[in-house]
């Protein structure tokens, strides 16, 4: 049983920058990927970065370069830093958690969403 609530989306300029927390409450596992993924109107929902407890990273292919995901072990909080953002990062950002054992994924938990919009 894991809870995922986060926070820091809202609407903003193109070009700013917006930083998204997740924190992760329940049963938690200390071999874990916690991440980000975004679904846009009329778009299938992708991966825009994850982190395992270890640290290895993954970044989507329209985020490298741009977003930053970390996390903070102790407080079970993972963050996405969402630096020069363009009208087509505007989705529904979803936190996601993830036990990991013998090399692969469980099923993921996933938070309720949080609106990021950004206006050209």
């Known amino acids: 049983q894991v809870q995922l609530v986060e926070s820091g989306g809202g609407l903003v300029q193109a070009g700013v920058s917006l930083t998204l927390s997740c924190a992760a409450s329940g049963i938690i596992f200390g071999g874990n990927v916690m991440g980000w993924y975004r679904q846009a109107p009329g778009k299938q929902r992708e991966l825009v970065a994850d982190?395992?407890?270890?640290?290895?990273?993954n970044y989507g292919d329209s985020v490298k370069g741009r977003f930053t995901i970390s996390r903070d072990n102790a407080k079970n909080t993972v963050y996405l830093q969402m630096n020069s953002l363009k009208p087509e990062d505007t989705a529904v950002y979803y936190c996601?958690?993830?036990?990991?054992?013998?090399?692969?994924?469980?099923?993921?938990?996933w938070g309720q969403g949080t609106q990021v919009t950004v206006s050209s």
């Open positions: 982190i395992a407890s270890g640290g290895t990273t």
């Open positions: 996601t958690y993830a036990r990991v054992r013998w090399g692969h994924k469980d099923a993921m938990y």
